[in-house]
């Protein structure tokens, strides 16, 4: 495995890569969400690079940019066993130089959600992955079902600005109690861990609903709304329940739906997501 931090070394490491090529970009801090993504990159291409960096554009001024978890030597090592071939860890100033000054922006599917909770988020999102894509030129790009806009955006960038790589979208991963992995499950205490529970609880109410008939979304959202805020440590951010492509609200589910929400446990902010297939 080779390791590599600059630009000009990815680039020429990559011409002597195996096609096709997966690429797994990540913030590192890698848990077994991370790791499903390599595993299936790894299976379905002859080389894999997987890209560690915390991106501080799409961190707002008050979020947690500074205490994002690092854990580089653990990072490495669990991404030798999965005989990743390359891993780009680039410096910040690397990526983004003084002067730099050229984002990459993607309207509409932008502006809910995540888009409308933190602004400027998936500018920052978009145009560090632009970048990604034009450094190791992959064939295809993996992306978890976990962070499901940003799946969709990358998507859609792709799609409009007629970049030459497929993208891939992989099954979130749960702790066995539900919990989404998440590199920032390690900010919870362990009241705000099990607190932490709601979020998959209302998701999973949100499909026996579904699944019992129930098509009136408003109603779902509201059981979902309900069972939250019982938990006295959870303050919600959003509950969606939307159009899996334009992300419009629903107020019929019509499969396929993507219900989503954020919501603080303490002064932790996570998400979960499910599909209503
Ligand atoms: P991050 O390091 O949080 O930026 O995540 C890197 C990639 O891993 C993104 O495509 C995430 O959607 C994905 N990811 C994070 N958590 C999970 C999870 N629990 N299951 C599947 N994919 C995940």
């Known amino acids: 495995m080779k390791v590599v931090e600059k630009i000009n070394d990815m680039r020429r490491l990559r011409q002597q890569l195996a096609e ?6 990540t913030m590192g801090y890698l848990h077994e969400g991370h790791l499903a993504i390599a595993r299936q990159a790894r299976a379905e291409n002859p080389s894999v690079v997987v890209s560690i960096f915390v991106n501080p554009t799409q961190f707002g001024p008050q979020e947690d940019f500074k205490q994002y978890p690092r854990d580089l030597q653990r990072d490495l090592a669990l991404l ?4 990743t071939d390359i891993v780009f860890m ?12 050229s984002w990459v ?9 995540e888009g409308a909770a933190r602004p400027g988020h998936f500018r920052g999102v978009t145009t ?7 450094i190791v030129q992959p064939t295809r790009a993996y992306f978890g079902q976990k962070d499901a806009q940003q799946a969709i955006v990358i998507k859609k960038m792709v799609a409009d600005l007629n970049m030459n790589l497929e993208i891939v979208t992989v099954p979130t991963v749960r702790e066995p109690d539900g919990l989404a992995m998440s590199s920032r499950n390690i900010y919870l205490n362990p009241q705000e861990r099990q607190a932490a529970l709601v979020l998959y609880q209302a998701l999973s109410l949100a499909q026996q609903l579904w699944s019992q008939g129930e ?3 408003e109603r779902i959202r509201h059981e979902m709304l309900t069972l939250i805020k019982k938990q006295p440590l959870a303050d919600i951010d959003y509950v969606s329940i939307a159009d899996t492509e334009t992300l419009d609200e629903l107020d019929t589910v019509s499969p396929p739906a993507l219900v989503s929400l954020a919501v ?9 997501n499910i599909v209503l297939e």
Do not use: H, W
Request: proline share 8%; aromatic share 6%.
């Open 20 to 25: 096709p090529v997966g690429l797994v970009p």
């Open 80 to 83: 030798e066993k999965e005989k």
């Open 90 to 101: 680039p410096s910040v100033t690397e990526m983004y130089p003084a002067q730099f000054n």
């Open 105 to 113: 922006e993607v309207s509409k599917v932008t502006e809910r959600l």
């Open 128 to 134: 560090v992955c632009a970048k990604l894509f034009n």
């Open 215 to 217: 098509k009136d979304a």
């Open 264 to 272: 603080r446990i303490g002064k932790t902010r996570l998400i979960d």
